[in-house]
C-alpha cells in the first residue's frame, strides 16, 4: 500500500544546477499533479497530467517542465534552479477530474 | 479563473469542543470542493470533500456546509482530540478546468489537552 512515492526527499541545490524529482503511484490513477507549497501560500499547481500522454501547464509553470514517462510515473524537472524555486513539492493523483487526490509525502527542496 | 480564501489562519480549541474554519470562492461555477488534513512532514490527506448538489455532508465527528449563493463553504470538527491538531486546507475546483484546485492558505488548529 505505498500509494504516491516521491524521491528524494530532501535535496539542496546551488542555483543554476538541475534537478529531476520522482514521482510514482501504484493506484492505476490516470490523473498525476505536481505542486509546490510556501509558507502561507497553500498548495500551487505546477503542472498536471490528465491521462497517460498528456500534460498541461497548472498556475506555476515557469522554470519547470515535466515527464509522464508511463502511466504509473510523472517527472518534474528544474533545468537551471533559482533560490525562488525554494519550496516543498508534492506530487498527487487521482483517477480523473474532480476525484480525490492522493499526494505523496514531499520532497523538500533548498536552493543556495 | 478560482480564488479561495480560508479563515482563521490559526485556531486554538479545548479537548472536547468543536472548532470550525470557514473558506470562500469566487467562482460561482465550482462544483467540487474538499479538505485536506496536513501533519508535519507528511503530505496532505483527503478528510472529506463535498460537490455542488450536495449542502452538508457528515463523516463520524468531521461534517462540511456548502452555501452556493453566498459562495462559502465551512468545516465543522466536533468532539476535539489532540490527534485533530494539523494544518487543515480547503479547495474548490476551476469551472473551466476539472483537473485544476485551488486551495486556502491552510488552519492551524491546535487542541489543547
Known amino acids: 500500500n505505498a500509494g504516491v512515492t516521491q524521491t528524494p526527499k530532501f535535496q539542496v541545490l546551488k542555483t543554476g544546477q538541475s534537478m529531476t524529482l520522482q514521482c510514482a503511484q501504484d493506484m492505476n490513477h490516470n490523473s498525476m499533479y505536481w505542486y509546490r507549497q510556501d509558507p502561507g501560500m497553500g498548495l500551487r499547481l505546477i503542472y498536471y497530467?490528465?491521462?497517460?500522454?498528456?500534460?498541461d501547464k497548472g498556475e506555476v509553470p515557469n522554470g519547470y517542465n515535466v515527464s509522464r514517462l508511463n502511466k504509473r510515473e510523472f517527472s518534474l524537472r528544474l533545468e537551471s534552479a533559482a533560490p525562488s524555486q525554494t519550496s516543498v513539492y508534492f506530487c498527487?493523483?487521482?483517477?480523473?477530474?474532480?476525484?480525490?487526490?492522493?499526494f505523496g509525502d514531499g520532497t523538500r527542496l533548498s536552493i543556495l | 479563473g478560482e480564488n479561495v480564501e480560508q479563515h482563521p489562519s490559526t485556531l486554538s480549541v479545548q479537548e472536547g469542543d468543536s472548532a470550525v474554519i470557514k473558506c470562500t470562492y469566487s467562482?460561482?461555477?465550482?462544483?467540487?470542493f474538499p479538505w485536506y488534513k496536513q501533519e508535519l512532514g507528511k503530505g496532505p490527506q483527503l478528510i472529506i470533500d463535498i460537490r455542488s448538489n450536495v449542502g452538508e455532508k457528515k463523516d463520524q465527528r468531521i461534517a462540511v456546509t456548502l452555501n452556493k449563493t453566498a459562495k462559502h463553504f465551512s468545516l465543522h470538527i466536533t468532539e476535539t482530540q489532540p490527534e485533530d491538531s494539523a494544518v487543515y486546507f480547503c479547495?474548490?475546483?476551476?469551472?473551466?478546468?476539472?483537473?485544476?484546485?485551488?486551495f486556502g492558505a491552510g488552519t492551524t488548529v491546535t487542541v489543547r489537552a
Open positions: 497530467s490528465a491521462s497517460e500522454g498528456t500534460t
Open positions: 467562482d460561482s461555477a465550482s462544483n467540487y
Open positions: 498527487a493523483s487521482s483517477t480523473q477530474a474532480n476525484q480525490p487526490q492522493h
Open positions: 479547495a474548490a475546483s476551476f469551472s473551466s478546468n476539472d483537473y485544476k484546485l485551488s
